[in-house]
């Protein structure tokens, strides 16, 4: 179903009006349970693998509201036949057994789905990147702009280069940004306590309503 953007006519908060969002609810049918895949990475020195383009779309990114205030600018473009060669690439991947996690980049971009990726229910895990930025944009372009077509996989040592293999042949942009590592994202020369990022992450809800001004009316 096509539903609205929190499944509701009514489209108002005391922040303000909620621009109409469409969201499109599916299911889909994973027939093997070996092949369900998790965004988590799950051992330190795996290899992480971005598999698509690093990107340049800041239009209406969460990154331009939350840090400077701004809606503004077009959304990311997306191109269908992109899509389907990325997606189709990962699925193949983790039929073959060669993928141990595969997150998206989606809201705040590369940056916050690494950062996501860390935060293993088992024991969170750090990471040490080095992307290269073809377009060679501004550095917060590069970690938070959230253009389509976008995953971020890891895969043991053993079998990235079997990985990179398959992403080279079915020519599918890819490059390989780092393993996981440490107790910390380090992404280029910024770096960030993993356990402080985890904790701004798992009590952001709770903080926001506690900090709330005026406490939120039971329905």
């Known amino acids: 179903p096509v539903v609205g953007g929190n499944v509701s006519l009514y489209n108002e908060s005391p922040a303000g009006v909620v621009d109409p969002t469409p969201t499109v609810a599916m299911v889909g049918l994973i027939e093997k349970e070996e092949h369900v895949t998790t965004q988590f990475f799950k051992s330190r020195g795996d290899v992480i693998i971005l598999v698509g383009e690093i990107g340049d779309e800041l239009g209406a990114s969460r990154f331009l509201k939350v840090c400077h205030g701004r809606k503004e600018g077009l959304p990311p473009r997306l191109d269908v036949e992109h899509e389907m060669a990325v997606q189709n690439a990962v699925r193949d991947l983790i039929h073959a057994g060669l993928v141990r996690s595969a997150h998206d980049c989606s809201e705040g971009g590369l940056a916050v789905a690494l950062a996501e990726s860390c935060f293993n229910p ?90 709330d001004a005026e406490p939120v009316r039971s329905l």
Do not use: M
């Not at 938070?144 to 992403?167: M, W, Y």
């Not at 780092?178 to 402080?196: K, Q, R, Y």
């Open 122 to 211: 088992d024991g969170i895990l750090g990471a040490k990147i080095q992307v290269v930025d073809t377009a060679h944009g501004a550095p917060a372009t590069a970690l938070f702009n959230e253009s389509q077509s976008r995953i971020v996989i890891s895969c043991t040592p053993h079998d990235a280069g079997k990985v990179l293999a398959t992403l080279r042949t079915k020519n599918v942009p890819h490059q390989k940004i780092g393993e996981v590592a440490g107790d910390s994202l380090s992404i280029n020369e910024f770096s960030w306590s993993i356990a402080e990022i985890y904790d701004d992450w798992f009590n952001a809800i709770r903080r926001a309503v506690e900090s």
